[in-house]
């Protein structure tokens, strides 16, 4: 089946800087999208191709069965002629126009008078709560009134699709989680196909019905959310996706050896080039996988133990997020109040810890000979540490 929404090869540099590097995309009709990357990685470039606001120098974009880019046959069609719908991260409403005139920009541009007509600025307010704010100006809105104005002003005119560029990072953390809980719920309402980019991994969990990683312009993984977050394909991902516990392994005649020389025997992992003796792997695993305990005795059956030191900690009413130090890794984990007010408060920097963790949870990845992780992923089904 051939995708509504299509790029391949797209290709952008300025200079000898590579920024989107013969990316493929592929979006079905009424599918959430979701770019997500660190700053730089091309994300945002690459929704400003899709807009038309740049001019890729290679590569093809369709909507539907339109093309609207061909880099080899010079076709590039401007950004007021593609249908879209753009919501950015400054909101970008006129000062001089009431929120009446910014909603119904759209539908001026596009010559539609009928919709004027028959109440659709109206509609789209109504959508968005900001029904009583038609006749106020963008610098009498609080930022959230101002970034809902701006989804209605991009959905307004029915677009094929709607770009969103970090719309939710202006916000504070409360108003952040409103503006997104209401993009969700004018999806799953409205059934729009729109392309989401953020940084933000919670944003991309809650939001996509798939996520695009991007690296270094190029997608290192595009799955749904639930296989991205239980099988991230690099440590690049994982890291990224929250795994944010890092250990680096060495191979020994026994197992697998941390930098703090505890061992930990992966049984049944094997992957081709690690089985000899001083091979490279990491494993990554969650903060919400790590356990705080005051002595090994309290290392629940099964679990791989650790010992640490700590670093810190710092209240967060019924948690504890703590930093301790295995070898010459960090280790972060959130413990329960209740359980270790007590200790912690006790506890000095450098104070002996333990933690531990389900191996389940352990994903560990090969090193290659430029020291990047390589895709190829081991997942340990049994393990068992020595300390």
């Known amino acids: 089946m051939t995708s509504e929404f299509r790029a391949s090869g797209l290709t952008k540099t300025y200079g000898s800087n590579v920024v989107v590097d013969q990316l493929d995309l592929a979006i079905e009709e009424g599918e959430f999208l979701v770019l997500l990357g660190p700053s730089g990685c091309g994300k945002t470039t690459t929704l400003r191709c899709l807009t038309g606001l740049e001019t890729p120098q290679d590569g093809t974009i369709a909507f539907k069965d339109r093309t609207v880019f061909d880099g080899q046959r010079h076709v590039n069609v ?13 909101y970008a409403l006129w000062p001089h126009m009431t929120v009446r005139k910014n909603i119904q920009y759209p539908l001026t541009v596009r010559k539609m008078r009928k919709d004027i007509a028959g109440g659709a600025v109206e509609a789209a307010a109504e959508m968005v709560d900001c029904g009583k704010l038609l006749d106020r100006y963008p610098s009498q809105l609080s930022g959230g009134q101002q970034q809902r104005v701006a989804v209605a002003r991009g959905l307004v005119a029915q677009p094929d699709l709607v770009l969103f560029d970090e719309p939710l990072s202006n916000l504070d953390a409360r108003l952040r989680d409103q503006v997104r809980s209401q993009i ?9 196909t729109a392309v989401f980019v953020t940084h933000d991994q919670s944003e991309a969990f809650a939001l996509g019905d798939r996520l695009a990683i991007m690296k270094s312009g190029k997608i290192a993984l595009y799955d749904t959310p639930e296989h991205v977050f239980e099988n991230p394909a690099s440590e690049y991902v994982a890291a990224f996706i929250g795994m944010g516990n890092r250990l680096e392994l060495r191979r020994g005649h026994d197992g697998w050896i941390t930098s703090a020389n505890d061992l930990i025997d ?15 792997a990491v494993a990554r695993f969650r903060p919400d996988d790590l356990m705080l305990h005051q002595s090994t005795d309290e290392v629940p059956a099964g679990n791989v133990a650790l010992h640490a ?16 130090k295995n070898g010459t ?5 959130r413990a329960n109040a209740s359980e270790h007010s007590a200790a912690l408060r006790k506890s000095k920097p450098g104070a002996p810890m333990v933690v531990s963790f389900s191996p389940s ?8 000979e430029a020291d990047q992780t390589a895709a190829a992923q081991l997942t340990p089904e049994n393990a068992a540490v020595t300390v």
Do not use: C
């Not at 890794?329 to 984990?333: F, G, S, V």
């Open 309 to 324: 030191e700590l670093v810190t900690y710092e209240y967060g009413g019924r948690h504890f997020d703590v930093t301790v």
């Open 361 to 368: 949870t352990l994903r560990v990845f090969a090193v290659d």
């Open 184 to 192: 969700d719920q004018l999806h799953q309402n409205l059934g729009f």
């Open 266 to 280: 992966l049984r049944r992992s094997v992957i081709r080039g690690l089985a000899d003796e001083g091979a490279a």
């Open 329 to 333: 890794e960090a280790l972060t984990l």
């Open 78 to 90: 401007p950004a007021h002629k593609r249908n879209i719908g753009m919501v950015f991260q400054s």
